[in-house]
């Protein structure tokens, strides 16, 4: 059925500014993790992934850093630009290969 | 590399009738294909794994006789919704995994499938 007063949490930022966005996981036992971002009527788009024995990864302009201990994943954006604006997903997978995803963030760039 | 299509990317029909999306990979060779379906401002939600050359194994809660999976080749799998109803108007993505020694647990998403069914 419909969803009345679902949102997505949403970060805004200025163009130019640094972003970061946050994700909790689930599973203790998940060694594999991946931001994918999804702009509006798309699929997701692969940004950057990263394995359970890494805890920093950098990218083009990106960077995932994962801390186990609390089951945390964020993904950091340099100089955010108004083509960042989308929803970002994390994902996490592990020994059965299935994706499961986080809820999502929007992120809104304001020029 | 790694590009997934799905065709049609939008679709509207009458309640009763039956629709087929297909997922294609068009670079690589998947043995493994994956239908999600994702509702208005909310996460992805997997339905099914297809498994090229066998049957589909379906997540708790997905009726495998509404959500036929077919994936006869290891370039193409396809989802039919059979006799839609309107709560089946969703957005559906598939994903393919790259073949085995590449990075196989990354899977790539097609541009998804808007369904509407009046």
């Known amino acids: 059925g419909e969803n009345v007063g679902l949102h997505l949490p949403t970060l805004s930022v200025q163009e130019g500014d640094n972003s970061i966005i946050n994700c909790a996981y689930s599973?203790?036992?998940?060694?594999?993790f991946i931001w994918y971002k999804q702009e509006s009527g798309k699929g997701p788009q692969f940004i950057i992934d990263?394995?359970?024995?890494?805890d920093k990864r950098q990218g083009q302009r990106v960077t995932v850093l994962l801390n186990k201990t609390v089951k945390h994943l964020s993904l950091q954006i340099a100089a955010t630009q108004p083509g960042d604006s989308a929803v970002y997903f994390c994902?996490?997978?592990?020994?059965?290969?299935?994706?499961?995803f986080g809820t999502g963030t929007l992120l809104a760039v304001q020029p | 590399g790694a590009v997934v299509s799905q065709h049609p990317s939008w679709v509207i029909c009458k309640s009763g009738t039956s629709v087929k999306i297909e997922c294609r990979s068009l670079?690589?060779?998947?043995?493994?294909m994956f239908w999600y379906r994702q509702f208005p401002k909310q996460s992805l939600m997997l339905m099914a794994t297809?498994?090229?050359?066998?049957?589909?194994?379906?997540e708790q809660g997905v009726e495998k006789d509404k959500f036929l999976i077919n994936h006869a080749s290891l370039t193409l799998s396809t989802l039919t919704v059979t006799s839609a109803h309107p709560e089946d108007s969703s957005f559906y993505i598939c994903?393919?995994?790259?073949?085995?020694?590449?990075?196989?647990?990354?899977?790539?998403f097609g541009p998804g499938t808007r369904l509407l069914v009046l």
């Open positions: 994902a996490e997978t592990g020994a059965t290969n299935k994706l499961i």
């Open positions: 599973n203790s036992a998940s060694d594999y």
């Open positions: 297809s498994n090229e050359g066998s049957k589909a194994t379906y």
């Open positions: 994903s393919a995994r790259p073949p085995h020694g590449t990075s196989q647990e990354t899977q790539y």
């Open positions: 990263i394995r359970s024995n890494m």
């Open positions: 670079d690589f060779q998947a043995t493994t």
